[in-house]
């Protein structure tokens, strides 16, 4: 939070502190506890994951997405024109905000990072010149922010995929992105085998990179399958 | 040399005239009885609400890692509002001779001229006793930075309107500090004082309190139309699932006094108190429920020469005057045009208003066509 | 009730005039028409910029509502074609709220009087006159115009209504804010009182503004 006084938004009182919670008792953790097996099966996930496109009607394109407590909203505006110089190329920016306060500022970067990444690859930046994309992400709900936030941020990426279509903005292909929980590792695919994102936070994820992608390669086969079901049956 | 020109008229589809030329397109649909949304004149949009399950105490057992404490997930029409209640606690400003025993020997030495304020003359503010809650309402419209007026204006008279309805007193907000002991096997109590429970205090405590504050943020989605009635109707719904934890001190912070000196004086100043908040057990929100309305917001159109004419020609719409009351204003076209607007906010029985603005010429048939269309809409609410 | 008012107060701006009602006292001053920045400007009408500052502090979003509600009122009345691709500004410092942080009502009404005053000794046009009255509803239903700040603070509702003045009388509503607790009738009682108010309030301004006439006219017949 800004040091300074904030005219323009009622913050309330300066002297006031954050709530302090005790940690959960081990009854509750259990059943917070995150079930490997669950995580990899990705085909519970698909049946169990609620998509919705469109929703936000000021914005070119948005989707909605909500699997196991995790709630995320994607607006994209654009191709607008941008102010200032001539440029070849549309401009890419990304923006997350967070609704539920466990977001810190790296966080944010890492994942506006990551899907800017994805996404510059993939969008056929030269036939927009001129213009600028804009993707707002939106958190509303987070299932574990410490254990499986790039869980979170593979549905993110799914989600901005679904979002960039409904925006008609012309990608060279779907972005399907996939998470392993036991290497703690998120990886994007486009044409089933050429990786255009990945963001690994377990110390020996390097070593296993090759079973990973295996792993993730199979898993992101059935999320492409499910988008593109998705896709078509909202067409219709 | 003769060439006929021939003038043609252009013409527009009916979205891109509604851009154009607002005001024309919303007389010519006035005319034919509709309102570009499709809505009758005076009908209500939908609202429904859910809880959106954001809230660290869930439906079920399971207590989320999360501080958010009241949630709703409001949609009406296209727009949705997404309303997340969190909490700040802070330390109550308190006479000194409350909390210090020693505060008149304190008094004596640092505050001379200081005499007894405790019975002086002002009258005692109707407002004293309730607390607003502070809400940063957000709209998003693809742009980064600043708050924009609108956002300004409506977080701000949500605060006003939220304090001045009375709807959430003081004593609701008071953090019920609980202790907490281990005991010789080690193992951990935490005693709470309950409401019924008239014992004195722990005698080992400090009389110091605390309270406290709760935050909105408040974000929409698709806005179309003007905002006050879905921000405060989601704002409201949250707090009523809002829950409070209970709360301890950490025992660490032990009852210490610090001696200080200062320009030969000498007094004491006590340690900090760190708040920690129970994992689970919570209260939920105390609200004054009956103070609890909805707020509803009507345009006033004025049909003008033409469109009038063309209601005679039909011959079919049973408008009788020149000027037609619209409800829940909804989209550019209306927004744009509705020169004259009502907005009231009433309790729950809709027997007291608590906030009205009226802006421009508006009869009093039409307040009172309002507030019974308030009154009707507030029937169904409740079912 | 008390209620002062002096114009052509400031001689940097276009017009100006300050206001006693008490309590509260209030200086407004307006300039214009002026050139707008690219983005005020309308193509076939005034923009109008409403700046209100505290009287304490800097402002804030309290001070944000208030501009939001002085400027729904001047939109009714200026003649807004007169001036098209131009910039109205009108800015009003609060000297004396008069009244506790919670409450706007003293202030409002203040300012909306004050700025009637500023725009007819800038000669911006006005398509009518407009005056406005602060009233507050005790406990016990009674309606006290022009509270002081202890009675504010003791009633349950705080009301501000303005009315367009036509031929020296109260003609139609303006605006009417309203805020607490109050009932349908009381707030047609309000606006009734506040129509019989807003005439004196008229009244007095007619002398503060036919000596404003008096002091502009330098020929002496």
Same mark, same amino acid.
Request: glycine share 6%; net charge negative.
């Given at each position: ?60 394109? $948005? $989707? ?8 995320? $909203? ?102 399907? $992105? ?43 086969? @059935? ?6 079901? @998705? ?6 | ?29 006035? %005319? ?54 969190? %909490? ?14 020693? %505060? ?6 640092? !505050?001379?001229? =200081? ?60 953090? =019920? ?7 010789? #096997? ?29 935050? !909105? ?29 209970? %709360? ?8 210490? =006094? ?13 340690? #900090? ?35 009038? #004419? ?64 308030? =009154? ?8 | ?10 001689? &940097? ?73 131009? *910039? ?12 506790? &942080? ?71 509503? *303006? ?13 047609? &009682? ?32």
């Amino acid at each position: 939070m800004a040091t300074t006084i904030d005219r323009r938004r009622l913050l309330g009182p300066a002297n006031a502190k954050p709530l302090v919670f005790a940690p959960l008792p081990e009854e509750y953790q259990q059943k917070l506890q995150i079930d490997a097996s669950k995580e990899d099966d990705i085909e519970s996930q698909i049946t169990r994951t609620f998509i919705k496109s469109g929703l936000i009607t000021n914005a070119n394109g $948005s $989707s909605f997405l909500e699997l196991d407590g995790n709630i995320v $909203s994607i607006s994209v505006y654009g191709p607008r024109p941008i102010r200032g110089s001539f440029v070849e190329k549309t401009t890419l920016s990304v923006n997350l905000e967070d609704n539920t306060g466990l977001f810190n500022d790296l966080l944010n970067k890492k994942f506006c990072q990551y899907i800017e990444n994805n996404f510059l690859s993939v969008i056929n930046l030269s036939k927009y010149p001129k213009s600028g994309i804009d993707i707002f992400i939106n958190i509303i709900s987070v299932q574990d922010i410490d254990q499986l936030y790039l869980k979170l941020l593979s549905l993110v990426s799914d989600a901005t995929t679904l979002a960039i279509i409904d925006a008609g903005i012309e990608i060279i292909d779907l972005v399907v $992105s996939s998470f392993d929980y036991e290497n703690n590792t998120v990886l994007s695919y486009i044409k089933n085998d050429e990786i255009v994102g990945i963001l690994g936070e377990s110390e020996d994820s390097i070593e296993n990179l090759s079973k990973i992608i295996e792993k993730t390669q199979k898993k992101s086969i @059935h999320v492409k399958n499910a988008l593109t079901t @998705h896709l078509i049956s909202t067409s219709q | 040399m003769s060439e006929e020109f021939e003038f043609k008229p252009m013409s527009f589809p009916p979205a891109v005239v509604a851009r154009i030329s607002p005001e024309l397109s919303l007389q010519r649909h006035l %005319a034919i009885g509709i309102r570009p949304n499709l809505r009758k004149f005076e009908e209500f949009r939908n609202i429904e609400f859910n809880d959106g399950g954001l809230s660290r105490y869930g439906s079920d057992d399971q207590i989320k890692n999360t501080s958010v404490l009241g949630s709703s997930v409001l949609k009406s029409g296209n727009t949705t509002v997404i309303t997340t209640i969190t %909490a700040g606690i802070i330390e109550e400003d308190l006479p000194a001779h409350e909390i210090n025993d020693d %505060a008149a020997a304190v008094n004596a030495v640092f !505050a001379k001229d =200081k005499t007894d304020d405790s019975n002086n003359d002002i009258p005692k503010s109707q407002l004293d006793e309730y607390e607003s809650i502070y809400p940063v309402v957000e709209v998003e419209r693809g742009r980064v930075g600043a708050p924009t007026d609108e956002e300004m204006i409506l977080s701000q008279k949500l605060y006003e309107t939220f304090l001045h309805s009375k709807i959430l007193s003081k004593d609701s907000l008071k953090v =019920k500090v609980g202790l907490r002991s281990i005991d010789s #096997q080690g193992k951990v109590d935490i005693y709470y004082k309950d409401d019924d429970d008239d014992s004195e205090d722990f005698g080992l405590g400090p009389k110091r309190s605390w309270k406290f504050v709760l935050y !909105a943020k408040v974000k929409v989605f698709s806005r179309s139309g003007p905002l006050f009635d879905l921000v405060w109707a989601s704002v409201l719904s949250a707090l009523q699932n809002t829950k409070l934890p209970r %709360a301890h001190i950490d025992e660490n912070a032990a009852d210490i =006094k610090i001696p200080v000196k200062m320009r030969g004086n000498h007094g004491t100043i006590r340690e #900090q108190y760190q708040i920690i908040c129970d994992a689970i057990s919570r209260d939920p929100l105390k609200l004054n429920n009956e103070a609890i309305g909805i707020s509803s917001n009507f345009g006033i159109i004025d049909i003008d020469e033409e469109s009038i #004419q063309t209601l005679q020609n039909e011959d079919s719409m049973e408008i009788d005057s020149k000027s037609i009351l619209l409800t829940d204003i909804e989209g550019e076209e209306e927004e744009i045009s509705s020169k004259k607007t009502i907005s009231i906010v009433s309790d729950r029985d809709s027997k007291n208003l608590k906030s009205l603005t009226i802006i421009g010429n508006v009869s009093n048939d039409q307040l009172r066509k309002s507030f019974e269309l308030t =009154k009707f809409r507030f029937k169904h609410f409740a079912k | 009730m008390t209620l002062e008012s002096e114009t052509t107060i400031l001689n &940097r701006v276009d017009g100006s005039a300050s206001l006693d009602a008490g309590e509260t006292k209030v200086i407004s001053s307006v300039s214009g028409p002026i050139e707008p920045k690219a983005r005020q400007e309308l193509p076939t009408t005034s923009a109008l910029e409403v700046i209100i500052r505290a009287d304490i502090g800097v402002s804030n979003t309290r001070e944000k509502l208030l501009e939001d509600k002085l400027r729904a009122i001047l939109s009714q009345v200026i003649i807004g074609h007169l001036f098209p691709r131009q *910039l109205i500004q009108i800015t009003s410092q609060v000297l004396e709220s008069g009244e506790d &942080r919670e409450y706007t009502s003293k202030e409002l009404s203040a300012i909306v009087n004050s700025s009637y005053l500023a725009l007819i000794d800038a000669n911006i046009g006005l398509s009518v006159s407009f005056a406005a009255q602060d009233i507050a509803i005790t406990e016990s239903g009674e309606l006290i115009a022009g509270p002081t700040k202890e009675q504010l603070r003791s009633s349950k509702s705080s009301h501000v209504v303005v009315y367009a003045i036509e031929n020296g009388e109260p003609s139609n509503i *303006l605006f009417s804010d309203s805020i607490g607790t109050f009932t349908e009738d009381e707030v047609y &009682r309000v606006l009734a009182i506040a129509k019989q108010h807003t005439g004196k309030v008229h009244q007095k301004f007619r002398k503060t503004l036919q000596e404003k006439v008096e002091k502009d006219f330098v020929w002496s017949v």
